[in-house]
């Protein structure tokens, strides 16, 4: 890896609170998902400096549901005993080769490079039960690869497969939010959102890949903390936007961490539409309390310490959680974590929607 290259890692790490293959410090739309919630978490970050705190008590903190102060039973911090696991979901999306655009067999330079020990390295965790997923995505298919596993092998294993072919029965079809449609192809301009993009006739639906993805944790009702990576260009054959999956996102009070592949010293201002598109991909970390990345090919060691580098930030996060009460037809609330004090330090996340 060379040094220029370090660097943007370094400052992504920086972003995420945490220092290259170390510990956190000790002070350190239109689319919405409906399904009703047995289980309500919501996760948080609060620093101070550059640090993130891991000492606050459920007395620091007020949850509001609707703007209104209500009970909670699950408060999980960093240094909680016995805490909630944690799993990492990751999304690939191998769309096929399209000449000059895209090519996954450059970008996912990782493959024939990982390893049993960076899959132990990834896996080995003291202060949380750790788990990770793995999708894959290409056309309008999703693939589930691995599901919540904890086996340094199985993990290997599925990653050094990445891009071999599927078997058809392993596929979930992929379907379109409410009011989106495909792109028709046709002549190129830069009039935004009514052009084609350029190459759309090959475009994968990573998008809605991303969507299903949050359906399939969405409907596990566990206690488990989640953060998702997507690993992506950002740019489908769809109308269907990233604020699409962030509204879910947010609706599910999972963070998600978009790695924008592909378009760094590639795609430039001589393709502002697919630009544009990443653009918005990228701003998915801001949106749901995750963080974003861009390269241009990832490596083995960039893979590693990105995924170390989001693990290390779900572990310096906060989750309170309720189990909603019965007897009353679901509907949509709204929920916020207040500080009780602001010297406690700066608020990250901390609000999501939910039905119950």
Same mark, same amino acid.
């Given at each position: 890896?060379? #040094?220029?290259?370090?660097?943007?890692?370094?400052?992504?790490?920086?972003?995420?609170?945490?220092?290259?293959?170390?510990?956190?410090?000790?002070?350190?739309?239109?689319?919405?998902?409906?399904?009703?919630?047995?289980?309500?978490?919501?996760?948080?970050?609060?620093?101070?400096? #550059?640090?993130?705190?891991?000492?606050?008590?459920p007395a620091d903190v007020v949850l509001l549901e609707d703007g209104k102060?209500?009970?909670?039973?699950?408060?999980?911090?960093?240094?909680?005993?016995?805490? =909630?696991?944690? !799993?990492?979901?990751?999304?690939?999306?191998?769309?096929?080769?399209?000449?000059?655009?895209?090519?996954?067999?450059?970008?996912?330079?990782?493959?024939?490079?990982?390893?049993? !020990?960076?899959?132990?390295?990834?896996?080995?965790e003291n202060r949380a039960d750790l788990r990770v997923s793995v999708y894959?995505?290409?056309?309008?298919?999703?693939?589930?690869?691995?599901?919540?596993?904890?086996?340094?092998?199985?993990?290997?294993?599925?990653?050094?497969?990445?891009?071999?072919? #599927?078997?058809?029965?392993?596929?979930?079809?992929?379907?379109?939010?409410?009011?989106?449609?495909?792109?028709?192809?046709?002549?190129?301009?830069?009039?935004?959102?009514?052009?084609?993009?350029?190459?759309?006739?090959?475009?994968?639906?990573?998008?809605?890949?991303?969507?299903?993805?949050?359906?399939?944790?969405?409907?596990?009702?566990?206690?488990?903390?989640?953060?998702?990576?997507?690993?992506?260009?950002?740019?489908?054959?769809?109308?269907?936007?990233?604020?699409?999956?962030?509204?879910q996102a947010l609706d599910l009070g999972i963070p998600i961490y978009p790695?924008?592949?592909?378009?760094?010293?590639?795609?430039?201002?001589?393709?502002?539409?697919?630009?544009?598109? =990443?653009?918005?991909?990228?701003?998915?970390?801001?949106?749901?309390?995750?963080?974003?990345?861009?390269?241009?090919?990832?490596?083995?060691?960039?893979? #590693?310490?990105?995924?170390?580098?989001?693990?290390?930030?779900?572990?310096?996060?906060?989750?309170?959680?309720?189990?909603?009460?019965?007897?009353?037809?679901?509907?949509?609330?709204?929920?916020?974590?207040?500080?009780?004090?602001?010297?406690?330090?700066?608020?990250?996340?901390?609000?999501?929607?939910?039905?119950?």
């Open positions: 890896m060379n #040094r220029a290259v370090r660097n943007r890692l370094v400052l992504f790490l920086l972003a995420l609170g945490v220092s290259p293959g170390q510990q956190p410090a000790p002070d350190a739309s239109p689319a919405t998902f409906r399904a009703q919630t047995r289980l309500v978490l919501l996760s948080f970050h609060v620093a101070r400096g #550059r640090n993130y705190v891991r000492d606050l008590k102060p209500r009970d909670f039973t699950i408060f999980d911090g960093p240094d909680t005993q016995g805490r =909630m696991p944690l !799993e990492l979901v990751l999304l690939f999306d191998t769309n096929p080769r399209i000449n000059y655009f895209w090519d996954p067999v450059a970008v996912y330079r990782f493959i024939p490079e990982w390893t049993a !020990e960076m899959s132990r390295g990834i896996l080995t894959r995505c290409s056309g309008q298919k999703l693939y589930p690869m691995l599901r919540a596993g904890s086996d340094a092998t199985q993990l290997t294993e599925t990653l050094r497969s990445l891009l071999k072919p #599927r078997p058809a029965g392993e596929a979930i079809a992929l379907s379109l939010p409410e009011n989106r449609s495909t792109v028709a192809r046709g002549p190129f301009t830069n009039d935004y959102p009514t052009s084609p993009f350029i190459s759309q006739e090959s475009r994968g639906w990573p998008m809605e890949a991303a969507i299903s993805t949050l359906h399939e944790m969405a409907a596990a009702q566990d206690k488990v903390a989640r953060l998702m990576v997507i690993f992506s260009e950002g740019i489908g054959a769809t109308t269907t936007i990233p604020e699409d999956i962030g509204n790695v924008a592949t592909n378009y760094l010293g590639h795609i430039d201002a001589n393709y502002p539409r697919n630009f544009f598109r =990443m653009g918005q991909f990228k701003a998915l970390g801001k949106m749901t309390g995750g963080r974003d990345v861009e390269w241009m090919q990832i490596d083995a060691a960039t893979l #590693r310490d990105i995924v170390e580098g989001v693990k290390n930030h779900g572990l310096t996060e906060y989750i309170v959680g309720f189990a909603p009460s019965g007897g009353q037809a679901p509907r949509q609330h709204r929920l916020e974590i207040k500080l009780v004090s602001k010297k406690s330090g700066s608020l990250e996340g901390g609000k999501r929607r939910a039905n119950y």
